[in-house]
Nanobody, 122 residues
Framework: QVQLVESGGGLVQAGGSLRLSCAAR????????MAWYRQAPGKQRELVAA???????NYADSVKGRCTISRDNARNTMSLQIHSLKPEDTAVYYC????????????????WGQGTQVTVSS
């Protein structure tokens, strides 16, 4: 019932910046927490940043000070600004959200986006 679509990934030189976006589509009643995860080749998926419906944020130590997560509740979108990119930031970044839908019936569920590739070159 809900689709999360990421965009904004690409190839960037170390020290550069990127802005990733996630758009939630579907018959959505409300979205609670949203988050960005990333997964590098051969590694487990890890939390990068999270933001509650009220705007409270949480960042992984590896990106703290270099990232800013934000959301627009009216548009059901979320963004992640990443600055001072490092080669170790290279990964597929995934949008994650907990959403409530009411058609055809009430449903609470977690959703994942398809991911967007971020590659940081030295």
């Amino acid at each position: 019932q809900v689709q999360l679509v990421e965009s904004g990934g690409g190839l960037v030189q170390a020290g550069g910046s990127l802005r990733l976006s996630c758009a939630a589509r579907g018959n959505i009643f409300e979205i609670d927490d949203m988050a960005w995860y990333r997964q590098a080749p051969g590694k487990q998926r890890e939390l990068v940043a999270a933001i509650s419906s009220g705007g409270s944020t949480n960042y992984a130590d590896s990106v703290k000070g270099r990232c800013t997560i934000s959301r627009d509740n009216a548009r059901n979108t979320m963004s992640l600004q990443i600055h001072s990119l490092k080669p170790e930031d290279t990964a597929v970044y995934y949008c994650h959200a907990y959403a409530v839908t009411r058609v055809p019936e009430v449903r609470h569920a977690y959703y994942w986006g398809q991911g967007t590739q971020v590659t940081v070159s030295s």
